[in-house]
């Protein structure tokens, strides 16, 4: 589980509208901030020898990308103006996540591991970051702490969105404003009042978490983060339990096999940064080429937030993202050069330098 | 106005071609006979999927920064901003794409998708423009060491930028003084020359090179990737693998600026370097001159000197200022006197350098070319073709135009090494298109060719037509003067100066659409394009039918978006409507997804254990050498046609 530092938190108690946003706009950040992670495992696994695990990862993915959208249709709702567009709004890896106690989480962009000797694996990393509050332990419940988690800083937005809107009748922009809908995102929510509000904040934290009473996220259907990234763990799909009482017997990782091959993973470096890569390198060529990639995405991203909630608009977003896993996907598996396996860095860089660095 | 114009900037840096190089043999096409090694890297054995098989077409500007503006008054002030700034691609869409015309036709290579930005260092954009989707000519052997083939070759680019945006922030003078300049037409003209290409995949530069080129204004009316001006027609010399001139200057335009009477002239693709890429070779101080046509040529006196347009050595001298070709991407200006000026108004001009170097427009000083040179159609189709004719640098009316088929620069394939098969014949059947009636040359000097496709059937077919293979046909026509007073006599051409045109099919696809009629379809994109295993196997219609709204997507985009399926576009309307037929409602059919490349991943490129396919090997030389050995008019000459 992800603790939060409690700044994350402030000023909600005794809400102002500046402030909320302020928060709306950390939330993106963080629900951004773990797309990096998760892509750099994805993309260092070979989709061949490791399908069903890069399935669940992409997956994951796709969603992490929904509560971001989400998070920007909360804050556009209200009058704000989601910043992606900067080079801070990008987290250094390693690091803690956005807002998160440093000595909680340490996460860094590596290739997919499954186990660690003595350490903590990459999916360990997912599996903490995605822990609910109150994790359905299915026979393998662990005590953890109650400090500030990823779902008391939703429930705290929330709460001051319904704080802010007692007093102030106009808060929601009752026409949409920026707003990604279903058309362009399936399970997107148009938010233009508190419930609506609320329900993009639900649809971020269940799909998360799941409920308190199930791991089934109830947007979309599938489990939440947390049991997928627990079905590669347990190398099983998990699968309902007919006639079970008890909540924790409800559900088993008893379902199809979920194996992963140590074999098809890419040996790229971890947390490389541009540095890492010699200035003039071919390495470094296909990293500066990925990150000028990257952040064309963010700029999409950032007009698609900004007014230009369009169609055409979501697409060239979309074909980005199908350029960077081209990119990623060949220069992590030795494409061209099996003799050079490169790690993007996932830095923001407006402008493409030449080879010669 | 155009890029050869006072008011101008140049720019210099590299560019990215990652073309892909499977389809590089036509014979690859035959989907009944493509084997899993096609799609890996050549050997020193084998020339397999040539020596890029994983290329995505991206075409990206790397490290582009202004190198030098300049005004009808002189050089852009040193502290006017443009001077810090780079010249981008898009920041906000997946990277342009370069596309072949048709693997029998490999010379005339488009970008599509381009937006040409310039910014400031930090990639603030100033200025955005839409590059009209071009082709590339007068390709030549410039390299004159070090390095032949593709590696060795240069080309130049010439086209527009459209839908431009001008940020409110603009605090170049230079900058403010180009959008007032472009105003009436919404229209910069751009032109750029690309040579060095690195084919080396283990080097950070692979399928980089070298890119210089120059943006200017564009005027209302003006051709969008030619210059109304003044030609230099170059002769060709036997040999070389695209072409090489004989007085060793290439092809290039000029113009007289009736603003200024300064002679400003476009050397970029015209000096030959000592190797890919690099310094300028020195051809001695370039003289221009004016041939007095009331003089034979023998007499010594009818070549009338004007000046020295561009010096080999001192300060300003083109083979030995370091950085000059980068901060005039070879543009040269002189002025000119009214006496010169009225010398030249009706003769030809010659430029001279070392003894045996020179080069010179047509003694008549006519040019005709097509601005466009590069269509695709379907049967039942027209296009309208724009052919411009000039004299002496200035629109030609009332010329007559005539249009013959060409095919001398097409590509079929030998069956010999590399080439795993005999390619199909090109231009064939013969009578498929129809030429309209051209009118004479309106005041512009433009006659409008309108062509109109039959269905060619599928000439291109393998094992006698029995086995699917290209599609359509693939044709060249070359426009000339009608009256031969105009045409340029003697041996100056520009065999680049054609018509291309691929002609689909006619494809009726039955209702409903099943597997059995688009698998071959998806099977030769699956075979020809590894790249495209990154995100499924085409060819497995499971996993087609697990991204219909990707695909979907994909292949409904506008063919100008760079996303848009294929990024060959090399997939003919009707066959792109049969196939989104089929994402609608994936049908099965009768035909299973061949197994041996359903099961394959991305292939692992094997290391060449030497210098790539063996000496001799067309492959070794890059695709497009091998390509032009191919052409029928080299074969001609080499005595190999049979």
């Given at each position: 589980m992800i603790r939060l530092q409690r700044s994350m938190i402030a000023g909600l108690d005794r809400p102002d509208l500046a402030t909320v946003q302020a928060k709306l706009q950390s939330a993106i950040q963080l629900e951004h901030s773990t797309i990096p992670l998760y892509l750099y495992a994805l993309y260092s696994l070979d989709p061949q020898r490791n399908g069903e695990i890069c399935g669940i990862i992409q997956e994951v993915v796709v969603e992490e990308m929904l509560h971001m959208i989400l998070a920007c249709n909360v804050l556009n709702a209200i009058g704000g103006t989601p910043g992606i567009d900067t080079p801070d709004f990008i987290p250094t890896y390693p690091g803690a996540l956005p807002g998160g106690v440093e000595s909680d989480l340490f996460v860094q962009l590596a290739p997919f591991s499954k186990t660690v000797p003595d350490g903590m694996s990459q999916l360990d990393c997912f599996i903490q970051i995605e822990e609910p509050e109150h994790p359905l332990a299915f026979k393998a419940l662990a005590a953890v702490e109650e400090p500030v988690t990823i779902g008391q800083f939703y429930a705290k937005i929330s709460q001051a969105l319904a704080d802010l809107a007692a007093t102030d009748p106009n808060l929601f922009s009752a026409t949409p404003r920026h707003q990604i809908g279903p058309d362009l995102m399936p399970e997107a929510v148009v938010v233009t009042d508190l419930a609506s509000a609320r329900q993009a904040i639900e649809t971020i934290v269940e799909q998360g978490e799941g409920t308190t009473v199930s791991p089934l996220a109830v947007v979309g259907g599938g489990y939440a983060h947390y049991y997928r990234f627990q079905e590669i763990r347990h190398g099983r799909r998990l699968v309902p339990v007919p006639d079970a009482v008890e909540p924790e017997d409800r559900y088993s990782y008893a379902g199809a096999e979920v194996p992963f091959d140590p074999a098809g993973v890419y040996a790229v470096p971890t947390s490389p940064s541009a540095a890492t890569y010699p200035a003039g390198s071919a390495a470094s060529v296909a990293n500066d080429t990925f990150n000028y990639t990257y952040t064309s995405l963010l700029k999409a991203l950032h007009a698609?937030?900004?007014?230009?909630?369009?169609?055409?608009?979501?697409?060239?977003?979309?074909?980005?993202?199908?350029?960077?896993?081209?990119?990623?996907?060949?220069?992590?598996?030795?494409?061209?050069?099996?003799?050079?396996l490169v790690g993007p860095s996932f830095e923001y860089l407006p402008v493409l330098p030449g080879t010669r660095g | 106005m155009s890029y050869?114009?006072?008011?101008?900037?140049?720019?210099?840096?590299?560019?990215?071609?990652?073309?892909?190089?499977?389809?590089?043999?036509?014979?690859?096409?035959?989907?009944?006979?493509?084997?899993?090694?096609?799609?890996?890297?050549?050997?020193?054995?084998a020339a397999n999927g040539w020596f890029n098989p994983q290329g995505d077409a991206s075409f990206r500007l790397l490290g582009c920064t202004v190198t030098a503006a300049w005004t009808a008054a002189g050089p852009a002030a040193p502290r006017d901003p443009i001077l810090t700034y780079v010249v981008a691609d898009s920041d906000g869409a997946v990277p342009a794409k370069l596309v072949d015309l048709d693997p029998e036709q490999q010379l005339v290579s488009e970008i599509w998708g381009l937006e040409v930005r310039i910014a400031d260092k930090h990639g603030n954009t100033v200025l955005r423009g839409?590059?009209?989707?071009?082709?590339?000519?007068?390709?030549?052997?410039?390299?004159?060491?070090?390095?032949?083939?593709?590696?060795?070759?240069?080309?130049?680019?010439?086209?527009?930028?459209?839908?431009?945006?001008?940020?409110?922030?603009?605090?170049?003078?230079?900058?403010?003084?180009?959008?007032?300049?472009?105003?009436?037409?919404?229209?910069?003209?751009?032109?750029?020359?690309?040579?060095?290409?690195?084919?080396?995949?283990?080097?950070?530069?692979?399928?980089?090179?070298?890119?210089?080129?120059?943006?200017g204004p564009a005027a209302p009316g003006e051709p969008r990737h030619l210059v109304v001006g003044r030609h230099f027609l170059a002769v060709a010399m036997a040999g070389g693998n695209f072409f090489t001139p004989v007085g060793g200057l290439n092809h290039f335009p000029a113009v007289i600026e009736p603003e200024t009477g300064r002679l400003i002239a476009d050397l970029g693709n015209a000096l030959s370097t000592a190797t890919p890429g690099g310094a300028i070779n020195d051809v001695g101080d370039l003289q221009l001159a004016v041939v007095d046509p009331s003089r034979p040529r023998s007499d010594p006196g009818a070549v009338v000197p004007l000046g020295t347009l561009a010096p080999a050595t001192g300060s300003a001298g083109y083979a030995q200022v370091p950085g000059w070709y980068a901060r005039t991407a070879g543009v040269v200006v002189m002025p000119l006197s009214e006496v010169q000026r009225r010398w030249l108004e009706h003769a030809p001009l010659a430029v001279t350098g070392h003894a045996s170097v020179g080069i010179a427009e047509a003694p008549n000083g006519t040019y005709l070319r097509a601005d466009t040179y590069v269509y695709r159609m379907s049967p039942g189709e027209s296009v309208e073709i724009p052919i411009r004719a000039m004299q002496?640098?200035?629109?030609?009316?009332?010329?007559?135009?005539?249009?013959a088929p060409d095919k001398s620069?097409?590509?079929?394939?030998?069956?010999?090494?590399?080439?795993?098969?005999?390619?199909?014949?090109v231009a064939t059947p013969d009578d498929v298109l129809a030429v309209g009636p051209l009118p004479r040359t309106d005041a512009d000097g433009i006659t409008t060719l309108t062509l109109t496709g039959r269905d060619p059937g599928t000439p291109r077919w393998f094992n006698g037509g029995r086995d699917y293979g290209i599609d359509g046909q693939v044709y060249g026509l070359r426009p000339s003067f009608a009256d031969p007073a105009l045409a340029v006599p003697g041996p100056q051409v520009n065999q680049w100066d054609f018509i291309s045109v691929l002609l689909w099919s006619g494809f009726a696809a039955p209702e409903p659409v099943t597997w059995t009629i688009v698998q071959p379809i998806f099977q030769q994109y699956a075979n020809l394009y590894p790249v495209m295993l990154r995100f499924l196997n085409l060819a497995d219609p499971e996993q087609l039918r697990e991204n219909l709204p990707l695909l979907t997507l994909a292949f409904s985009l506008p063919v100008s978006d760079p996303n848009t399926m294929p990024v060959t576009r090399d997939l003919s309307p009707a066959k792109r409507e049969a196939i989104l037929a089929?994402?609608?409602?994936?049908?099965?059919?009768?035909?299973?997804?061949?197994?041996?490349?359903?099961?394959?991943?991305?292939?692992?490129?094997?290391?060449?254990?030497?210098?790539?396919?063996?000496?001799?090997?067309?492959?070794?030389?890059?695709g497009k050498a091998a390509a032009a050995a191919r052409r029928l008019i080299v074969q001609a000459r080499n005595g190999a046609q049979s």
């Amino acid at each position: 589980m992800i603790r939060l530092q409690r700044s994350m938190i402030a000023g909600l108690d005794r809400p102002d509208l500046a402030t909320v946003q302020a928060k709306l706009q950390s939330a993106i950040q963080l629900e951004h901030s773990t797309i990096p992670l998760y892509l750099y495992a994805l993309y260092s696994l070979d989709p061949q020898r490791n399908g069903e695990i890069c399935g669940i990862i992409q997956e994951v993915v796709v969603e992490e990308m929904l509560h971001m959208i989400l998070a920007c249709n909360v804050l556009n709702a209200i009058g704000g103006t989601p910043g992606i567009d900067t080079p801070d709004f990008i987290p250094t890896y390693p690091g803690a996540l956005p807002g998160g106690v440093e000595s909680d989480l340490f996460v860094q962009l590596a290739p997919f591991s499954k186990t660690v000797p003595d350490g903590m694996s990459q999916l360990d990393c997912f599996i903490q970051i995605e822990e609910p509050e109150h994790p359905l332990a299915f026979k393998a419940l662990a005590a953890v702490e109650e400090p500030v988690t990823i779902g008391q800083f939703y429930a705290k937005i929330s709460q001051a969105l319904a704080d802010l809107a007692a007093t102030d009748p106009n808060l929601f922009s009752a026409t949409p404003r920026h707003q990604i809908g279903p058309d362009l995102m399936p399970e997107a929510v148009v938010v233009t009042d508190l419930a609506s509000a609320r329900q993009a904040i639900e649809t971020i934290v269940e799909q998360g978490e799941g409920t308190t009473v199930s791991p089934l996220a109830v947007v979309g259907g599938g489990y939440a983060h947390y049991y997928r990234f627990q079905e590669i763990r347990h190398g099983r799909r998990l699968v309902p339990v007919p006639d079970a009482v008890e909540p924790e017997d409800r559900y088993s990782y008893a379902g199809a096999e979920v194996p992963f091959d140590p074999a098809g993973v890419y040996a790229v470096p971890t947390s490389p940064s541009a540095a890492t890569y010699p200035a003039g390198s071919a390495a470094s060529v296909a990293n500066d080429t990925f990150n000028y990639t990257y952040t064309s995405l963010l700029k999409a991203l950032h007009a698609m937030v900004n007014g230009a909630a369009t169609p055409d608009q979501f697409n060239r977003a979309l074909g980005i993202m199908m350029s960077l896993k081209s990119q990623a996907r060949a220069m992590m598996s030795g494409l061209p050069d099996p003799g050079r396996l490169v790690g993007p860095s996932f830095e923001y860089l407006p402008v493409l330098p030449g080879t010669r660095g | 106005m155009s890029y050869l114009s006072s008011l101008r900037l140049h720019f210099a840096g590299e560019f990215q071609a990652n073309i892909s190089t499977v389809n590089n043999d036509p014979g690859h096409f035959h989907n009944a006979t493509f084997k899993d090694s096609y799609q890996t890297m050549q050997t020193a054995q084998a020339a397999n999927g040539w020596f890029n098989p994983q290329g995505d077409a991206s075409f990206r500007l790397l490290g582009c920064t202004v190198t030098a503006a300049w005004t009808a008054a002189g050089p852009a002030a040193p502290r006017d901003p443009i001077l810090t700034y780079v010249v981008a691609d898009s920041d906000g869409a997946v990277p342009a794409k370069l596309v072949d015309l048709d693997p029998e036709q490999q010379l005339v290579s488009e970008i599509w998708g381009l937006e040409v930005r310039i910014a400031d260092k930090h990639g603030n954009t100033v200025l955005r423009g839409r590059y009209v989707p071009a082709a590339f000519t007068d390709i030549w052997d410039r390299a004159s060491g070090g390095g032949g083939g593709d590696v060795g070759a240069g080309a130049a680019y010439q086209s527009v930028l459209e839908d431009l945006w001008w940020s409110e922030a603009i605090t170049s003078p230079f900058l403010l003084a180009l959008k007032q300049a472009s105003q009436a037409s919404g229209r910069l003209s751009i032109k750029f020359n690309v040579d060095g290409l690195n084919a080396d995949f283990r080097s950070p530069r692979f399928m980089c090179g070298r890119i210089a080129g120059t943006i200017g204004p564009a005027a209302p009316g003006e051709p969008r990737h030619l210059v109304v001006g003044r030609h230099f027609l170059a002769v060709a010399m036997a040999g070389g693998n695209f072409f090489t001139p004989v007085g060793g200057l290439n092809h290039f335009p000029a113009v007289i600026e009736p603003e200024t009477g300064r002679l400003i002239a476009d050397l970029g693709n015209a000096l030959s370097t000592a190797t890919p890429g690099g310094a300028i070779n020195d051809v001695g101080d370039l003289q221009l001159a004016v041939v007095d046509p009331s003089r034979p040529r023998s007499d010594p006196g009818a070549v009338v000197p004007l000046g020295t347009l561009a010096p080999a050595t001192g300060s300003a001298g083109y083979a030995q200022v370091p950085g000059w070709y980068a901060r005039t991407a070879g543009v040269v200006v002189m002025p000119l006197s009214e006496v010169q000026r009225r010398w030249l108004e009706h003769a030809p001009l010659a430029v001279t350098g070392h003894a045996s170097v020179g080069i010179a427009e047509a003694p008549n000083g006519t040019y005709l070319r097509a601005d466009t040179y590069v269509y695709r159609m379907s049967p039942g189709e027209s296009v309208e073709i724009p052919i411009r004719a000039m004299q002496w640098g200035r629109p030609l009316a009332g010329a007559a135009v005539s249009v013959a088929p060409d095919k001398s620069q097409l590509q079929p394939t030998p069956a010999e090494p590399p080439y795993v098969e005999a390619g199909p014949p090109v231009a064939t059947p013969d009578d498929v298109l129809a030429v309209g009636p051209l009118p004479r040359t309106d005041a512009d000097g433009i006659t409008t060719l309108t062509l109109t496709g039959r269905d060619p059937g599928t000439p291109r077919w393998f094992n006698g037509g029995r086995d699917y293979g290209i599609d359509g046909q693939v044709y060249g026509l070359r426009p000339s003067f009608a009256d031969p007073a105009l045409a340029v006599p003697g041996p100056q051409v520009n065999q680049w100066d054609f018509i291309s045109v691929l002609l689909w099919s006619g494809f009726a696809a039955p209702e409903p659409v099943t597997w059995t009629i688009v698998q071959p379809i998806f099977q030769q994109y699956a075979n020809l394009y590894p790249v495209m295993l990154r995100f499924l196997n085409l060819a497995d219609p499971e996993q087609l039918r697990e991204n219909l709204p990707l695909l979907t997507l994909a292949f409904s985009l506008p063919v100008s978006d760079p996303n848009t399926m294929p990024v060959t576009r090399d997939l003919s309307p009707a066959k792109r409507e049969a196939i989104l037929a089929w994402l609608a409602n994936p049908l099965p059919g009768d035909v299973a997804a061949p197994a041996a490349l359903a099961a394959s991943s991305a292939p692992t490129p094997r290391p060449p254990a030497g210098p790539g396919p063996g000496a001799g090997n067309p492959a070794a030389k890059g695709g497009k050498a091998a390509a032009a050995a191919r052409r029928l008019i080299v074969q001609a000459r080499n005595g190999a046609q049979s």
